[in-house]
């Protein structure tokens, strides 16, 4: 059993910075970013895996970064260059698996935070 806390999410003007944590409780091989905004299905935004690798959704890439400190059992998405688009429920999720973590498969993640807002605006 995982358990996820999300913090971080807030109001922030186009251009600007957020750094989003997630507090995992177990240890999980596959943690992911993902985003639902108002209307819209939820997608992945980036992951990362027990070897330290990671994947971006195109519309996020260099501007976006997963990381994970395994000291602290925490999951990071510092996100600079925020654009309006990027308004959205972040959650941050969890698998036990590592096979296909990269994939960014949002019904491959079994265990989900409550989801914090971020809200950019022009």
């Known amino acids: 059993q995982v358990q996820l806390v999300e913090s971080g999410g807030g109001s922030v003007q186009a251009g600007g910075s957020l750094r989003l944590s997630c507090a995992a409780s177990?240890?999980?091989?596959?943690m992911a970013w993902f985003r639902q905004a108002p209307g819209k299905e939820r997608e992945g935004v980036a992951a990362?895996?027990?070897?330290?690798?990671?994947n971006y959704a195109d519309s996020v890439k260099g501007r976006f970064t997963i990381s994970k400190d395994n000291a602290k059992n925490t999951l990071y998405l510092q996100m600079d260059s925020l654009k309006p688009e990027d308004t959205a429920m972040y959650y941050c999720?969890?698998?036990?698996?590592?096979?296909?973590?990269?994939?960014?498969?949002?019904?491959?993640?079994?265990?989900w935070g409550q989801g914090t807002q971020v809200t950019v605006s022009s």
């Open positions: 999720a969890a698998r036990t698996q590592i096979r296909g973590c990269l994939l960014l498969r949002e019904l491959q993640f079994i265990y």
């Open positions: 177990g240890y999980a091989q596959c």
């Open positions: 990362i895996d027990s070897y330290g690798s990671t």
